[in-house]
């Protein structure tokens, strides 16, 4: 009988690393949660057909064959979770997103006050919560009656696997009125919304007693605070394509196989940085402590959805030629959708819609 392998991740430098350093992370501790430690053993029997396999045939001729099973760990795995990203583009695309204009919007933090975010998950969340109530102000003082739809990504590593928590938005570049007509709008300014965000954030952080006030009026004075947005990327109305490619992209593992080579004589793994071509080098990563923070917990949502786009999600409305769109008003978990089961549903509701 022949054996299947629709997956190798064996022949990876991941895995490679993984295999390698696994008991090192156990004795020194580094894995903090349980989660980090059950991700990276699934992934080591990832492939594998010792660890489960399924038999297949066909009922016509009788050729059969034995498919190894798959770890399926988001956000850990490229093999695995490169499958829910397509899977996810592709249902998006179909079920989701109108075919209107979309714009990328994106929010990040200065890097000295990452680790709070890192050793404090919960207020990731709050970050969501106050791009979309900044976006939805914004949209609001256009002066158009309408509801903006957004689909927010949260995402916890740069190019170079390290902790750099941001949030990724999916925004219809416009309003969508009360009858359904879609209203395209000029972008947001940027230093608009990096104003509203470090204002915001630095609110957050000192009711949460993160900061203390002193460093938060000192940040607000800054004329470099680290705060930044980003608003260039822009998706025509007739692009299908950009917008399924944009979607996936915010939702892509944090490991990229082609950047990475794995040193074995160092235990250190050599990422090149898509981002950092001018230094004509490549960068290297302590691969057991990229390792450790990349598991995302089951059922956790890195996917978050406001406004118009909620209401895309859930009531079906007739489209052109016969085809049906979801479209409605409330918010529901999107369990079994490819994204990921149980992506939370936030937000204030009208028409339309990895952390790490």
Request: charged fraction near 20%; hydrophobic fraction near 40%; charge should be positive.
């Amino acid at each position: 009988m022949r054996l299947k392998v629709s997956v190798n991740p064996q022949a990876s430098p991941l895995y490679k690393c993984a295999d390698r350093h696994m008991a090192e992370l156990r004795s020194e501790g580094r894995l903090q949660r349980l989660l980090e430690e059950r991700v990276i053993d699934r992934f080591l029997k990832c492939g594998d057909p010792h660890h489960g396999f399924a038999r297949i045939y066909c009922p016509g001729c009788w050729h059969d064959f034995l498919l190894a099973s798959s770890c399926k760990a988001r956000y850990f795995c490229p093999s695995c979770h490169q499958k829910r990203v397509l899977a996810y583009g592709d249902w998006v695309e179909e079920n989701v997103l109108a075919p209107v204009p979309h714009r990328q919007y994106v929010f990040t933090v200065p890097r000295m006050l990452r680790p709070i975010f890192s050793r404090r998950r919960g207020l990731l969340g709050e970050l969501c919560h106050i791009v979309e109530r900044l976006l939805i102000q914004a949209y609001t003082g256009a002066g158009v009656e309408g509801r903006p739809g957004l689909m927010l990504f949260v995402q916890t590593f740069g190019d170079l696997v390290t902790f750099n928590p941001h949030i990724h938005v999916l925004a219809a570049d416009g309003v969508f009125r009360a009858d359904g007509v879609f209203v395209a709008l000029p972008a947001v300014p940027v230093k608009l919304l990096e104003q509203g965000f470090r204002s915001e954030v630095l609110k957050l952080l000192v009711a949460e007693r993160a900061i203390g006030e002193r460093l938060s009026a000192s940040m607000l004075a800054w004329r470099h605070s680290g705060f930044s947005g980003h608003n260039g990327v822009r998706v025509r109305a007739g692009d299908a394509e950009g917008r399924k490619k944009l979607a996936q992209y915010m939702l892509r593992a944090p490991f990229s196989l082609e950047k990475m080579t794995y040193l074995p004589e160092t235990g250190m793994v050599m990422y090149r940085s898509h981002m950092h071509k001018g230094l004509k080098r490549n960068i290297p990563v302590d691969a057991r402590r990229a390792m450790a923070r990349t598991a995302l917990p089951p059922y956790s949502g890195p996917v978050r959805t406001f406004g118009a786009v909620r209401r895309m999600v859930f009531h079906p409305l007739p489209g052109p030629a016969g085809t049906r769109r979801r479209v409605g008003s409330g918010g529901a978990s999107t369990r079994g959708r490819p994204g990921g089961r149980g992506a939370r549903q936030v937000g204030v509701g009208a028409a339309h819609s990895q952390s790490l």
